[in-house]
């Protein structure tokens, strides 16, 4: 089974600048998760969609992050304008339900840096 | 809002040594999952072993078990016979239930030597 696919691996902007990542989750998946990880520390979730509604963006940065899972299947996440704190690595996992009984599968994230 | 901590930066252990990592949380909820997930350089997240909280017993996956201690809301993760293949960051992950929102401690970064 394929598992859960990002883009582009690495990006370089400066500030100021738009970025968008997408993701595209394992095929039946239901829920998607999009997470930052700062270097040197946990990943902390941003948003969460169950099919293509929201169900948690509390901690979501929304005077300059967007997110949408248009078709409840791929998503795409935009930073506009970048601050350099904004450089992480930006992961996306997917599960087939919301529930905590359900593992969520993760992609292999994409890693903004902002100069 | 609940809390996760790992004490230990870093770790390190012979091939075929037992190591042991350390996790603490805060939480008032009654009911809910932890998780210790590995993140190789890879930097894929990858789920080690599950633990949810109204079972007494320890969860164990092949080389991997936990002790999990709730009324000193502490989770600890065994690794047995531990291979090079372990080589990883491995985090500590606490889920309230409601719905997979992780909430991460900030890491430990776990070296096998030959």
């Known amino acids: 089974e394929a598992g859960v696919a990002q883009s582009p691996r690495y990006k370089i902007i400066e500030k100021r600048q738009s970025v968008a990542f997408w993701c595209n989750p394992i095929s039946g998946h239901a829920t998607l998760y999009w997470y930052q990880q700062i270097l040197g520390q946990g990943p902390k979730l941003l948003i969460q969609?169950?099919?293509?509604?929201?169900?948690?963006d509390s901690q979501l940065p929304k005077d300059r992050f967007s997110a949408e899972r248009l078709k409840g299947v791929d998503s795409t996440l935009k930073i506009q304008p970048a601050k350099l704190e904004d450089s992480a690595v930006y992961l996306c996992?997917?599960?087939?339900?919301?529930?905590?009984?359900?593992?969520?599968?993760f992609g292999q994230g994409t890693r903004l840096t902002v100069v | 809002a609940q809390t996760v901590t790992q004490s230990q930066p870093e770790m390190s252990v012979q091939e075929a040594e037992t190591v042991t990592l350390s996790c603490t949380y805060d939480t008032s909820e009654s009911n809910y999952y932890l998780f210790w997930y590995k993140q190789p350089p890879s930097r894929q997240m990858i789920l080690v072993i599950r633990q949810e909280a109204y079972k007494q017993q320890n969860a164990t996956e092949n080389r991997f078990s936990v002790n999990f201690q709730k009324a000193a809301k502490s989770f600890s993760l065994k690794i047995s016979d531990s291979q090079l293949g372990d080589t990883a960051m491995y985090f500590c992950?606490?889920?309230?239930?409601?719905?997979?929102?992780?909430?991460f401690g900030g890491g430990t970064r776990l070296m096998v030597k030959p």
């Open positions: 969609f169950q099919n293509n509604g929201v169900v948690d």
């Open positions: 996992a997917s599960s087939l339900a919301s529930g905590a009984s359900t593992e969520a599968f």
């Open positions: 992950a606490f889920d309230n239930n409601a719905g997979n929102m992780l909430t």
